[in-house]
């Protein structure tokens, strides 16, 4: 083990992209190991490394983490992107929860059947235009600062970042209305790890395409 975190998933984003992103805006180098059959992923399960039979797994500190949620606050908490107190936290905690809600749309997208992805990348749009976007553009303008809680750097940051860019993969016009959020996402885009991280040959992954879709119904087939 050369002692950085080790990520097991599929080679795409999925639920590992925000672990990934994370991690990445810590300034965290990490190894990857991609499933491409169902044996690989049936063996995880039976080689006991799968708690609930779910991927992410992120192997870090000694440990054998799953569940989305438990990697990322472990992360957060580990390097400091997790507030100074409970009701920072408690903040970070429901902007993450509110984004968490869009990036599901998100992440189903690629999956919907072909008669109904005009239908979802509409409801896409406008729950991102009128349900959560709002909520962090007034956030911005009314405490006035760089960053969503308490003018530092945290999670929250990192995770807005990583859904403004996955809607405006799809939406490329959708932050025309929010001032605030133009100048948060120039502002974040500018930070060294996260230059970084959207440079051409960083892990972040492309958008799913028709071999991710074809590769994860195959590994997860029932």
Do not use: C
Request: net charge positive.
């Amino acid at each position: 083990m050369s002692g950085k975190p080790r990520l097991t998933y599929l080679n795409g984003r999925g639920r590992m992209e925000s672990i990934r992103w994370l991690l990445a805006a810590a300034g965290v180098e990490f190894e990857e190991m991609y499933l491409e059959t169902k044996e690989q992923y049936d063996k995880l399960i039976k080689d006991g490394f799968l708690l609930f039979q779910q991927v992410p797994l992120v192997e870090i500190d000694g440990m054998k983490m799953v569940q989305t949620r438990a990697i990322l606050s472990y992360i957060a908490g580990k390097y400091n992107l997790y507030g100074k107190d409970l009701k920072e936290r408690a903040l970070i905690d429901m902007y993450v929860e509110g984004i968490a809600d869009l990036m599901q749309m998100i992440l189903m997208f690629p999956f919907s059947p072909p008669d109904a992805k005009e239908k979802n990348l509409d409801s896409i749009k406008e729950r991102a235009t009128n349900r959560y976007f709002p909520v962090f553009e007034k956030v911005l303008k009314q405490h006035g600062q760089d960053f969503l809680v308490g003018n530092k750097f945290s999670w929250a940051d990192v995770q807005l970042m990583e859904a403004i860019l996955a809607v405006e993969e799809k939406v490329p016009a959708v932050l025309s209305g929010f001032p605030q959020l133009q100048v948060f996402k120039t502002k974040m885009s500018n930070m060294p790890t996260i230059k970084k991280f959207l440079q051409p040959g960083s892990p972040r992954k492309p958008p799913p395409d028709a071999h991710y879709v074809e590769t994860v119904l195959k590994v997860f087939k029932k």
